[in-house]
């Protein structure tokens, strides 16, 4: 990650010095049925792709992706989960294609050397992946 000990155009400097390979670019769910045009649909991610894609771009090797998995089929899960595909039976893989639940291309691109977590909820840490691939790497930073 950068070494700069600012904190970007209005060069203040960062409290705690500069940030180095213990830092980690978390970059979570930019896919393409965020992008595309699907009930899932995010307006503000052709915004934030382009610094996304260089802050990538400028560390791959410090770089995690997480992907959203959704349910196969519609009524798949459990308890407010099934509730939840039933709702949205057009996000699930069986009705948008494999393909849909990719990284975005201009991110997609940095995989490997940078990394991707597959996740089936929301929040990257609830399935127990990341905390122990954070620690393996002595992480202790996380853009």
Request: with cysteine.
């Amino acid at each position: 990650m950068p070494t700069e000990t600012t904190t970007g155009q209005d060069q203040t400097p960062l409290p705690r010095g500069p940030i180095g390979r213990s830092c980690i670019h978390l970059c979570c769910d930019m896919q393409r049925m965020f992008h595309d045009r699907t009930d899932w649909h995010t307006p503000w991610m052709p915004r934030v792709l382009p610094r996304t894609r260089s802050l990538a771009a400028a560390h791959p090797d410090q770089t995690i992706f997480t992907r959203f998995i959704p349910a196969s089929r519609p009524g798949e899960g459990s308890g407010t989960w099934q509730r939840y595909y039933q709702r949205w039976e057009s996000m699930t893989a069986e009705r948008m294609g494999p393909a849909m639940i990719d990284l975005v291309p201009e991110l997609a691109t940095f995989v490997p050397p940078a990394q991707v977590i597959d996740k089936h909820v929301y929040s990257p840490w609830m399935e127990g992946k990341l905390h122990p691939l954070l620690q393996d790497r002595g992480i202790d930073t996380i853009l």
